[in-house]
């Protein structure tokens, strides 16, 4: 993991003996369908109330949502990413 005054960055290398088992299905963004996913949750306070979630699919879909105890699911936080 990597920071600077904008952004936080994450690397993750996955490697799979069977890739042509990799279930990739293409979806609109943050819907998550059928694929295998990498997931990164952000507890920032540590107060078990919120969490920031980042998740990118091996077909390339971003999902990233702020979800709280109170107020639920929000989906307006934006993540860029990028799958190889």
């Known amino acids: 993991m990597l920071y600077d005054d904008n952004a936080l960055y994450f690397f993750a290398k996955m490697r799979d003996y069977n890739p042509d088992s990799i279930m990739r299905q293409m979806t609109e963004r943050d819907e998550e369908g059928i ?13 078990a109330q919120q969490e920031f979630v980042f998740t990118v699919n091996a077909a390339r879909v971003q999902i990233d ?18 799958v190889q």
């Not at 694929?35 to 107060?47: A, G, V």
């Not at 709280?68 to 860029?80: A, I, P």
């Open 35 to 47: 694929s295998d996913y990498f997931t990164i949750e952000i507890n920032p306070f540590d107060d």
């Open 65 to 82: 949502y702020l979800n709280t105890l109170s107020d639920g699911t929000d989906y307006s936080c934006m993540l860029y990413g990028i």
